[in-house]
């Protein structure tokens, strides 16, 4: 079984930061691509931003304010977001393309348990 917690939601004002993080753990052989989703209320989940081992891809929307990274030796991902908006308002969720046997090549995407984040102006 794998599980995957996220820390560090919360209430910031417009143009401040916030760091979340999302540490999996249980059965890992290996991860692969790892990503933070977010939805609004009244709006669909909307990919913020991916990240492999070799790249990271962000939405236009926070490109130049998100930062995405990961530590595979802690199997631990984190999303800075710098110069909040209210637009950013959502609960994000992060997730994991999850190897969990190294005798089986199967992959699985895990998510963790939502962070709300609140924006004020």
């Known amino acids: 079984q794998v599980d995957l917690v996220e820390s560090g939601g919360g209430l910031v004002q417009a143009g401040g930061s916030l760091r979340l993080s999302c540490a999996a753990s249980?059965?890992?052989?290996?991860?692969?691509?790892m990503g933070w989703y977010r939805q609004a209320p009244g709006n669909q989940r909307e990919l913020v931003a991916t990240i492999t081992g070799g790249s990271a891809n962000y939405q236009d929307s926070v490109k130049g304010r998100f930062t995405i990274s990961r530590d595979d030796a802690e199997n631990t991902m984190s999303l800075q977001m710098n110069s909040l908006k209210p637009e950013d308002t959502a609960v994000y969720y992060c997730?994991?393309?999850?190897?969990?046997?190294?005798?089986?090549?199967?992959?699985?995407?895990?998510w963790g348990q939502g962070a709300q984040v609140t924006v004020s102006s």
């Open positions: 997730s994991a393309d999850i190897r969990t046997d190294k005798r089986r090549p199967n992959v699985y995407r895990f």
């Open positions: 249980g059965s890992i052989f290996s991860i692969n691509v």
